[in-house]
């Protein structure tokens, strides 16, 4: 990647959760303007999600594998096992489910939506990616080679081809809280600001 191309990328990490918002904005509109009742079913969708960012979350030792916190050990273990950004898979999940929860859209306009959420996250991972195989080496590339990059099986029953030493050990869960519950309450707030808006009188 170029210098330009770099700095994009840069840019677009330092404002992921304002694109995010803006995404969600457009969802919120759209809610404001439709008559469609909610689908309190996509509430599942956005729980499974949630849980599933909360359990990932155990086994990184920051925020995520970008923060201050992650710069001692590489987060391969449980759900690291099986996709290489857990972390925003489990963002996407709760991005189809408060689509679902909206219910405002139309097909295409929602899998629209969807898709500029998919790109926004899958640049965030390979952005994410550049920087570890650069801070890592061989320690990472060689996790890059056998673990899918969204979900999937392993390429080989070891796991990583190397663990380093530094490998991360699960966290409890009320350290797991302290990193990850902004983004849960974020999570929750979306949703409840889609049900006011299907609620208030216009």
């Known amino acids: 990647m170029g210098s330009r191309g770099t700095r994009l990328a840069e840019r677009q990490f330092a404002w992921r959760g304002w694109i995010l918002a803006i995404l969600f904005a457009a969802l919120a509109w759209a ?7 909610i689908a ?6 956005v729980a499974a999600g949630a849980w599933f960012r909360f359990h990932a979350g155990r086994f990184i030792p920051g925020h995520s594998n970008l923060s201050r916190l992650a710069g001692s050990a590489l987060a391969l273990g449980g759900p690291y096992r099986f996709s290489r950004h857990p972390l925003y898979l489990s963002n996407l999940i709760g991005v189809a ?8 859209l139309p097909l295409w306009a929602a899998a ?3 898709a500029f959420a998919f790109a926004h996250h899958d640049a965030l991972a390979r952005t994410e990616e550049r920087y570890l195989a650069a801070t890592w080496g061989e320690a990472y590339l ?7 990059m969204w979900l999937g099986k392993p390429r080989h029953s070891g796991g990583p081809a190397s663990a380093p030493a530094g490998q991360f050990r699960p966290a409890g869960w009320a350290q797991t809280w302290k990193r ?8 929750a707030a ?3 600001v889609l049900w006011l ?6």
């Open 31 to 37: 809610r404001w303007r439709s008559d469609q009742p």
């Open 40 to 45: 309190p079913a996509g509430l599942a969708v």
């Open 97 to 104: 489910g408060l689509i679902l929860f909206a219910n405002c």
């Open 112 to 114: 629209l939506l969807f």
């Open 142 to 148: 060689g996790y890059l080679r056998v673990t899918p």
């Open 180 to 187: 990850q519950g902004a983004n849960l309450a974020n999570c």
């Open 190 to 192: 979306g949703a409840l």
């Open 197 to 202: 808006l299907a609620i208030v009188p216009r």
